[in-house]
């Protein structure tokens, strides 16, 4: 039920700058429209069953967004541009980072998009080829969406019921990751290809060409050390990060 109060809303620029979506769809202009945070998202926030269960996040997300949009089909990239976006929204842009010997308080609204090559990409296509550097296997792999990220979630819990020693979070991700082997796009030949047929060197290749292409947030940032040295780092997202009195 649309509300009968006007509430502010900002429009957030998405890493992917839309190139992902294929036309029509409520994101191919490469922007979204979110809302102030309100005494509902809090309510939300300090829930304590979304807390246990890990979905207190991505609830408020869906309750900030204003564009109607199939939250499963936001690309990973843009999802954390969009949590910076709803934090500073939320509470202001400077958040405290505790780095071991005192708090610095960082800018959020320093942190830009990666730069990405158009070209790279066809309106509405989420295929990329790559050659494996070391077999010369050639694989075409895809961007993961949060809904994507979720079935791989669900996976991994469904392989540690059967057996709670059997850690596959990384072959999973390759598997749900890669469209095709070869040319062969079975998913039964993908399966068998990362389990038995991918070199781990092959497989860090691949997945520092998944990084490349992947549109998203940079969220490194500079801080001085305790001797004044000046290093980088990336913004750790803890607990306080949309609970400031945590």
Do not use: C
């Not at 082997?181 to 389990?195: A, L, Q, T």
Request: no cysteine; aromatic share 10%.
């Amino acid at each position: 039920m649309e509300s009968k109060f006007k509430l502010p809303t900002e429009t957030v620029e998405l890493p992917s700058k839309g190139l992902l979506y294929p036309e029509g769809h409520a994101l191919s202009g490469g922007t979204i429209e979110m809302k102030y945070m309100t005494a509902k998202e809090e309510d939300i926030l300090t829930n304590q069953n979304y807390i246990k269960n890990g979905t207190v996040i991505d609830r408020l997300l869906k309750s900030l967004i204003v564009t109607e949009v199939n939250y499963d089909e936001i690309f990973i990239g843009d999802k954390n541009a969009i949590m910076i976006a709803a934090r500073i929204l939320s509470y202001g842009k400077d958040y405290p980072v505790d780095l071991g010997y005192g708090i610095q308080s960082v800018d959020l609204s320093q942190f830009e998009h990666k730069e990405i090559n158009p070209d790279l990409y066809k309106q509405g296509s989420n295929e990329f080829s790559f050659t494996l550097p070391h077999t010369e296997n050639v694989v075409t792999f895809k961007l993961l969406t949060h809904g994507d990220e979720k079935k791989i979630e669900q996976e991994v819990k469904g392989l540690q019921k059967i057996n709670k020693d059997n850690i596959t979070e990384a072959t999973t991700r390759l598997k749900h990751i890669i469209t095709s082997i070869n040319g062969s796009s079975d998913r039964n030949d993908i399966r068998e290809f990362v389990d038995f047929g991918l070199l781990a060197r092959d497989a860090r290749a691949l997945r520092e060409e998944y990084n490349r292409v992947a549109p998203d947030i940079d969220l490194t940032f500079e801080y001085l050390d305790e001797d004044g040295t000046e290093r980088e780092a990336v913004l750790p997202i803890t607990m306080n990060f949309f609970w400031p009195e945590f």
